[in-house]
């Protein structure tokens, strides 16, 4: 059973990708009927798309990439989280 606050806290850190996202609200909205923070999750899932668009989508990409992610990963890992968390492994090691 997914908990409304747990879907909010992934949501406003934007760490899955929009897909992800949004079978995760839908399922955690099936889990809990009765859930307070049905108008927020839906309010911050809907600004999380908008600001996922295919321009960004693709920066992203090409940012793995860059950093040595092969394209299938690259593609399955479309999140700024992953960017940040390569680019300090790379500071570390660079």
Known sequence: ???PEATLRL???RF???KAMERR???CCADNP???CKDECQALYDA???ATDNDRRKEIY???RDLGVGSVKARANLSDKRVRELEAIG???G
């Open 62 to 64: 090409h940012q793995l």
């Open 91 to 93: 500071d570390k090691h």
């Open 34 to 36: 009765d859930c307070s």
């Open 25 to 27: 609200v839908i399922r």
């Open 48 to 50: 999380f798309v908008n």
């Open 1 to 3: 059973m997914f908990k």
């Open 16 to 18: 899955w990708g929009a």
């Open 11 to 13: 949501l406003k850190e």
